[in-house]
């Protein structure tokens, strides 16, 4: 809607709990006028539908001034609005394939979104879980159909999105519940009255649920058991990359991480090095290049189709810990700058150094092992799969055997 009200926090995302006229959030649209309220009205008796009540704009906009006063909104135009009851619902499967019959026969369809998952609308849940169920299942089904991987790939789609669905339901019950109730310390405010702070610590997560940072991925074919997260705290496995400011050897550019590997279908390896010089022979990092471009059992030269750019199927990136200034790049290995596409072009934007001038700097952001350095193995969806060490190169190779399709 678009309104005009003296309400100082209209431009910020807001739950308001009243002491007797209900509770409404608030959440301001693009454009820097246009403003969104949720607004709770009265629970349905348990014989009764949503649309014997023949409720009508006016009557939400009643409400909404009674739960916002003494502050005053005067609604210009009311650009959309709906009614309808919360519920949560969650199917068996996301696919055709019975619990039983799992490893038995691959799916052949599937469901996601709304046809799979139900819960309160609030702050578009439904809109993004079910775009991160698509992204979750299209770049699946893009491994098998390109054959770089066989079609048990595709199990995973309904064990990893259902358990999210349902992780969401449940919290989403609680969430609902909790903001239908008043507030602790009102009049009458009875045995289901909810604490402001625990209110706002859910909040808070139903944000994390919306962007998807809440989802983590349990160990499965695809996902890698956290034996050596510690070498890498802030990259959390089954969790989505976690960005940080980096700079690019090759034009000292201030980029994020996060941002220069594109959602391409295309796994990632970066490669955070130890203390040592990466130019250097008696460098971990200058070994795992070194097994990575020589090794039969390296996963890029197994997995890379015949003709094809080296990094087309496993993207390697390469994180030191030097400041740019320091490192040569013509001392720098050939797989990390790679001659790609038909003129046999360098790719020069596969190594990063840290900010060591304004900060902060990656190591310290996100708890890499600065004496051992790790790799930290990204999905095409961009969740953490694994978090290596930088000499695990039978772990490394195992990992992609598992469900990739060796290339002829």
């Known amino acids: 809607m678009l309104a005009v009200t003296d309400f100082p ?5 807001a739950a308001i709990h009243s002491a007797n006229e209900g509770n409404i959030l608030i959440i301001p649209r693009e454009g820097g006028y246009l403003v969104r309220l949720y607004i709770e009205l009265d629970k349905l008796k348990a014989d009764e539908r949503v649309s014997n009540r023949a409720i009508t704009a006016d009557q939400l906009v009643a409400a909404a001034q009674r739960i916002l006063h003494p502050y005053t909104l005067d609604v210009k135009e009311i650009a959309w609005w709906s009614v309808y009851e919360i519920g949560q619902r969650l199917t068996d499967r996301f696919d055709d394939v ?33 775009m991160q169920d698509t992204f979750n299942l299209g770049w699946k089904l893009a491994a ?26 449940d919290f989403d019950r609680e969430f609902a519940k909790m903001f239908s109730a008043p507030p602790k310390g009102t009049e009458g405010a009875g045995a289901d009255a909810v604490d402001p702070a625990e209110f706002q610590r859910y909040f808070v997560k139903q944000g994390r649920f919306t962007a998807g940072t809440a989802t983590r991925y349990q160990s499965s074919t695809i996902q890698g058991e956290p034996t050596h997260q510690s070498l890498a705290e802030g990259f959390g496995i089954g969790m989505r990359f976690h960005s940080a400011p980096v700079i690019r050897l090759a034009d000292a550019r201030p980029v994020h991480l996060g941002h220069v590997g594109l959602a391409d279908g295309r796994f990632r390896l970066y490669a955070f090095a130890d203390r040592k010089d990466p130019a250097t022979s008696g460098s971990a990092i200058r070994a ?44 720098m290995p050939a797989l990390l700058k790679p001659a790609k596409g038909r003129y ?20 310290d952001l996100r708890g890499i092992d600065r004496d051992k350095g790790c790799v930290v193995v990204v999905r095409p969806d961009q969740y953490v799969a694994h978090v290596l060490p930088l000499d695990g190169f039978e772990e490394l190779a195992g990992y992609f055997d598992g469900f990739m399709a060796k290339q002829g």
Request: glycine letters at 8%; charged letters at 25%; hydrophobic letters at 35%.
């Open 9 to 13: 926090d209209i431009r910020l995302k």
């Open 98 to 130: 019975a619990e039983a019959e799992v490893g038995i026969r691959q799916p052949r369809v599937f469901i996601a979104g709304d046809a799979c998952h139900t819960h309160s609308p609030k702050a578009g849940q439904g809109m993004n879980v079910s």
């Open 144 to 169: 098998v159909l390109q054959g770089r991987s066989g079609p048990e790939l595709l199990d995973t789609y309904t064990s990893e999105r259902q358990a999210i669905a349902k992780e969401l339901i």
């Open 288 to 331: 795992l290049y070194d097994f990575l471009q020589t090794s039969d059992r390296s996963p890029i030269c197994r997995y890379t189709p015949a003709g094809a750019d080296i990094d087309q199927v496993i993207d390697l990136r390469a994180i030191f810990q030097q400041d740019h200034r320091d490192l040569s790049l013509d001392a």
């Open 344 to 363: 046999g072009l360098t790719d020069y934007e596969k190594m990063f150094c840290p900010d060591l001038k304004t900060g902060p700097d990656i190591f």
